[in-house]
């Protein structure tokens, strides 16, 4: 039986929220290190998030693997200590889990995150490449059955690939479909997606992922005539690896964004500067230099400099930083020192390393 959101969760997703996506603390050894997994939670939610997303790229998703089994452990922890942090909250927040691979696993993947609580699912495709569009369809159609689906247009580069405007059209008028994820780093595909959601008549929200042009993105104002009729849309806010570092600020910039979308005073030369700032610290992080090939080891460098990883482990051994991907996290760091949040970090660590 079909899930559907609670109308206060839908309120907060279609507004616009500020999500990152949660990384996988691990020990010397590639176990789970609880204490350091709750700490990165406990981060996101002092640092102003709205919400957060588990079990997705930047959690790698070989997390599912049978002979590594933390799929569900690193969901069940995230969401026991976002029950916790909503205690002390006016809102909830919001709690996204990812799902992957054929439709049997998505299908159980869905049944899982309903019952730990999770309120949509951020359904990846990558495991379907042999599948047309119409069959891309039907699994969509299959998993939100079970639990509200957040899209994911996931780029190419890291196992997605090219979805037509006829798929995002037929996916956006799924029933229980709430919100899509566009992350291409495309400008063409992301056009398709907004096209194409416009066209539907539907009332889904989107949601950045295109880390390479995030400010920008949120600020941006999509037009498309339909059926004679100019219709807008805009995406309302962002669910971004890169956001899981430096996370702090990057509240504060989302929610310089909410503001500038409702000025009159239109947009500063120095906004258009932070945003090339961002894409800059993005590109060192995400290692774009080696085809993203660090895109998940920088992002826990960043944040074992900063005391909340013990260290940039991946449950793959061969997945590690990238040539000169150190020195260009170092050259960041000094060039955008506005950007960063340790301070914040050093304020609060020992409180979030706590039992």
Sequence with gaps: MSRTMDPKISEILTR????????LALTAARRLDERRQRALTRYYV?????????????TQFSIRDPHIGLFEPVLSLAAEEMNRADLLRIDPLLRIGGICGDTNQAVREAGLLADLGYHSGLLSLAALKDRDEAALVNHCRSVAQIIPVTGFYLQPSVGGQVLSSTFWRKFAEIDNVVAIKIAPFNRYQTLDVMRAVCESGRNITIYTGNDDNILMDLVTPYSFLVQGKRQQLRMKGGLLGHWSVWTHTAVHLFHECQELVHSTDGIHHNFLQKSVEV???????????????????GLHEVL????LLEGIWCLDPNETLGKGQKEEIDRVYEAYPHLNDDSFVQQHLDKWLAP
């Design 16 to 23: 616009g929220a500020a999500i990152p996506a949660h990384p």
């Design 46 to 58: 002092a640092a102003g998030v709205d919400g957060i997303a588990v079990g997705v790229h930047t």
């Design 279 to 297: 894409t800059d610290t993005n590109a060192a992080f995400f290692d774009v230099a080696n085809g993203f090939a660090g895109c998940i080891a």
């Design 304 to 307: 074992r400099r900063q005391g």
